[in-house]
C-alpha cells in the first residue's frame, strides 16, 4: 500500500472512530484520546494505526492551537499602541555630568497590555537562569489559552553601576530583561509620554536646556529635594516641565532661597 493510501486509511478511521458521541439526548461532544482508544480496540484497529491516528490527531490539534494563538496576538497587537516612556532617571554622581533620561518601567508596560492579553485569551510568565560565570538569562513565555507559546530568552551581566550591591545588581539586570523581552515578545514600540499634555501643548512647549539648568541650580542652591519638586511641580523630571509654568516654579525657588 502507497503512502499516501495509508494515510487516507489513517484518516478515515480517525474520522471514523474519534467522530462526536452522544452524551446525553441531543447534545453531542468530540471523544477524548482515552475514549479514541477504547473504540479503536473495539474495532479492532492495529497498533501501528491507532498510534498514527494519534499523532495525526496531535499534529492537527497544534495546528489549531498555533493558529489560535497567531489570531489572538494579531488581535492584541492591533489594540496595543506604543509603550509610553512614563520613568525619568535625573541625577548628578559626583565629580560627573548631570545624567538624564526616560525609559519604560515593567510595572508601566504591564499596566498597558495585561487587560488587552488577557481578553484575547494570552498569557505571560518568566524564566529564569543564572550561575557563576554565567550571564543572568531571562525568558518571557508568551501563551494562548488553547496551549500554544512561545519563549523569548535575552541575556545580559549584573548591572554593577551606580553602587549597586550584589543583589540589588541582579535585580537590576533581571527587571532589564523582563522589560525587553516582553517588548520583543509582543513586538512593541517605545514612545515618549504626551499624556499630561493637554491639546494644545507640544512638545516643544517644555522648558529649554538653560531653563532646566537654571531650576537645577536653584534646587541645588536651596538644598530643595529633587523629587518632591518635580511632584509639587506635577512632572516626572525637570526637563519635562512646561515653559508657561518656568516663571512660578523660579519664584518659588527664589523666594526659598532669600529666606534666612
Not at 163 to 184: D, E, F, H, P, V
Request: proline fraction near 4%; aromatic fraction near 4%; charged fraction near 30%.
Amino acid at each position: 500500500m502507497s503512502a499516501l493510501a495509508s494515510q487516507a486509511l489513517v484518516e478515515h478511521d480517525a474520522a471514523q472512530i474519534a467522530g462526536p458521541v452522544a452524551v446525553v439526548p441531543g447534545e453531542r461532544r468530540e471523544m477524548t484520546p482515552m475514549e479514541m482508544v477504547g473504540r479503536a480496540l473495539e474495532m479492532g484497529v492495529s497498533a501501528e494505526i491507532l498510534k498514527q491516528m494519534m499523532d495525526l490527531r496531535d499534529r492537527e490539534e497544534a495546528r489549531n492551537a498555533k493558529m489560535a494563538f497567531t489570531k489572538a496576538v494579531s488581535a492584541a497587537k492591533a489594540e496595543l499602541g506604543p509603550i509610553m516612556r512614563t520613568r525619568a532617571v535625573d541625577y548628578t554622581p559626583s565629580g560627573k555630568e548631570r545624567v538624564y533620561y526616560r525609559h519604560e518601567d515593567l510595572a508601566g508596560i504591564e499596566k498597558q497590555v495585561t487587560p488587552v492579553l488577557t481578553r484575547y485569551g494570552l498569557s505571560y510568565r518568566y524564566e529564569s537562569d543564572n550561575g557563576p560565570d554565567r550571564p543572568i538569562t531571562i525568558t518571557c513565555i508568551l501563551e494562548h489559552v488553547d496551549g500554544h507559546f512561545t519563549r523569548t530568552p535575552l541575556s545580559g551581566p549584573a548591572d554593577n553601576g551606580a553602587g549597586k550591591n550584589s543583589l540589588q545588581a541582579i535585580a537590576s539586570t533581571t527587571t532589564y530583561l523582563q522589560r525587553y523581552t516582553l517588548k520583543i515578545a509582543l513586538g512593541l514600540s517605545v514612545s515618549h509620554d504626551d499624556d499630561g499634555l493637554k491639546a494644545d501643548e507640544k512638545l516643544e512647549d517644555r522648558i529649554t536646556t538653560e531653563q532646566r539648568d537654571t531650576i537645577l541650580k536653584l534646587i541645588d542652591e536651596t538644598d530643595t529635594d529633587v523629587v518632591k519638586f518635580c511632584q509639587w511641580a506635577k512632572v516626572d523630571a525637570v526637563a519635562d516641565m512646561l515653559a508657561v509654568h518656568y516663571d512660578k516654579a523660579i519664584a518659588v525657588l527664589q523666594q526659598r532661597k532669600a529666606k534666612p
